[in-house]
T-cell receptor, first 115, second 113 residues
Framework: GENVEQHPSTLSVQEGDSAVIKCTYSDSASNYFPWYKQELGKRPQLIIDIRSNVGEKKDQRIAVTLNKTAKHFSLHITETQPEDSAVYFC??????????????FGSGTRLSIRP | DGGITQSPKYLFRKEGQNVTLSCEQNLNHDAMYWYRQDPGQGLRLIYYSQIVNDFQKGDIAEGYSVSREKKESFPLTVTSAQKNPTAFYLCASSHPAMPREQYFGPGTRLTVT
């Protein structure tokens, strides 16, 4: 089955610097890669996603890149701010024609922004 | 709260007791999911349901049971057979038109002693 590995498990950056979180997946059939942000004590929320027909997607200070050949995808946060402190999860999803989808999550990265 | 609720937020039980976690949504979503979250292990799928009266096992279904008698509700029972039940449990739902975009509830932290 699909396996998603995420690195690093913890990341501390100075406010204003960039942060990069990397993931690899095992199932080449996966074609949708969402990223979730979970603030302390709160629910995970989708922040950005990328489909396999796209190599890069950007939304203000966050961007995702995908290398299908290498089965790598990454989250990039620029100009980090204190509110970026959270746990970030990458995930991979296979295509399917059912009304439900099984999402395989990475193990999470705890990002801390130092003032 | 985005239309998907879980209760209670914190739950304490003695070992050997079954306990049922509630998940309700008013988003008119067909699919619902239960995940378990442990430190350093991300989210793991326990059960999911595509429609009423139908559900499938996820990756870690042993020791858990679910029911889907109503579209809005997907309760999870943690049975005494679950070896390590203490965890944070998250319920989610998705719209049939966008099954891969899941909306999460606030979670229930279960502690079994």
């Amino acid at each position: 089955g699909e396996n998603v590995e995420q690195h690093p498990s913890t990341l501390s950056v100075q406010e204003g610097d960039s942060a990069v979180i990397k993931c690899t997946y095992s199932d080449s059939a996966s074609n949708y890669f969402p990223w979730y942000k979970q603030e302390l004590g709160k629910r995970p929320q989708l922040i950005i996603d990328i489909r396999s027909n796209v190599g890069e997607k950007k939304d203000q200070r966050i961007a995702v890149t995908l290398n299908k050949t290498a089965k790598h995808f990454s989250l990039h946060i620029t100009e980090t701010q204190p509110e970026d402190s959270a746990v970030y999860f990458c995930a991979a999803v296979r295509p399917g024609d059912s009304s439900a989808s099984k999402i395989i999550f990475g193990s999470g990265t705890r990002l801390s922004i130092r003032p | 709260d985005g239309g998907i609720t879980q209760s209670p937020k914190y739950l304490f039980r003695k070992e050997g007791q079954n306990v049922t976690l509630s998940c309700e949504q008013n988003l008119n979503h067909d699919a619902m999911y239960w995940y378990r979250q442990d430190p350093g292990q991300g989210l793991r799928l326990i059960y999911y349901s595509q429609i009423v009266n139908d559900f499938q096992k996820g990756d870690i279904a042993e020791g858990y049971s679910v029911s889907r008698e109503k579209k809005e509700s997907f309760p999870l029972t943690v049975t005494s057979a679950q070896k390590n039940p203490t965890a944070f449990y998250l319920c989610a739902s998705s719209h049939p038109a966008m099954p891969r975009e899941q909306y999460f509830g606030p979670g229930t932290r279960l502690t079994v002693t």
